[in-house]
């Protein structure tokens, strides 16, 4: 079954799944679109100015919407922005003593010693959430509009044993999640409404586990009826030009990264916030935004050769 087949196959389980759509990053080959999205969450782990990266946070969201994929971001997003910006922002609270701004005193917590909250702290921890948060979306991104079929392929010549997990991984996975609300929906069928709260919940995961265990052995069998694991030579790979849809991301990509690497490295957008925050929102942060939105997007601007 394709990967299309399978995202629409799978429902619930499927909604992060990659589909065919009419978009230019869905018609890039898969190895430049993961670089492309490999591309954009390392700009957000280089740079550190909250500016720069909103303006790389609406790259991203814009490169999605481009892309036709959203609504899955926006899923992403909204299972995932809550719980990082609580931890990062709670974690880095009651751990870090760096700040002179205190705002709160909340004694003596013994391992952790004397706890004083400041707003160092505070914006030190959620602008790591906004990086992570762009990150997450970056992986989505590559997870929507990003065949994993051929990008497996891809990369079957590197390691073709790895390139065989992860493919078995990818398609078994989603299965799996099917069976566990498959058994969950039976298990609410039932007269007595099945075991209530956690009780029923590890009914469930424990029936998933075994069907796992078992759909492996079945699998692990078939590969060996079909000859893998036996030595032999890499395979080879039918060689496919390079389209403009295809240079046009890599390009993009090259220089999303160069541009952050440059003004981190330049000091064109500083952020220090320790001991007193300071973040520069001149010009040049907001040239380097302008940089960022214009060379993450431009790719799309180009349709000629799109399939509906």
Known sequence: MSATARSRSLGGAGRFAYRRQ???????????GAAY???????ALVLSNPLALAGLGV???????????????????RFTAIPLIVLTVVVNLLV???????????????????????????IYGLVM??????????????????????????LRGVSHRSALTATLATRLVPLLFEDAHRLAEAQ?????????????????????????????????????????????????SARRAWSRHDL??????????????VATGAGLAPFDAY???????GVAVWAIVGLEISLALLPFLDRRGIEP
């Open 96 to 122: 870090d003593r760096n700040g002179l701004t205190v705002f709160a005193r909340l004694g003596d917590w013994g391992p952790l010693g004397q706890v004083d909250l400041t707003v160092e702290a505070l």
């Open 22 to 32: 009419a978009s230019p990053l869905h018609a890039t080959r898969a190895t430049v």
């Open 275 to 281: 001991p007193l925050v300071h973040a520069s929102l």
């Open 129 to 154: 959430a906004l990086r992570l948060c762009i990150v997450t979306l970056a992986a989505a991104l590559v997870v929507c509009a990003v065949d994993p079929d051929e990008l497996l392929r891809a």
């Open 37 to 43: 999205g490999l591309a954009l969450a390392t700009a």
């Open 188 to 236: 609410r069928c039932r007269p007595d409404g099945g075991a209530p709260g956690t009780r029923g919940r590890l009914t469930v995961l424990r029936a998933v586990v075994a069907n796992a265990l078992e759909r492996s052995l079945d699998v692990a069998a078939a590969l060996e009826l079909r000859g893998y694991g036996r030595e032999g030579g890499r395979p080879t």
């Open 248 to 261: 046009s991301f890599a390009v993009a990509a090259v220089a999303v990264l160069l541009v952050a690497v």
């Open 59 to 77: 790259a991203v969201v814009g490169a999605g919407v481009a892309a036709g994929v959203g609504p899955q971001l926006w899923r992403a997003l």
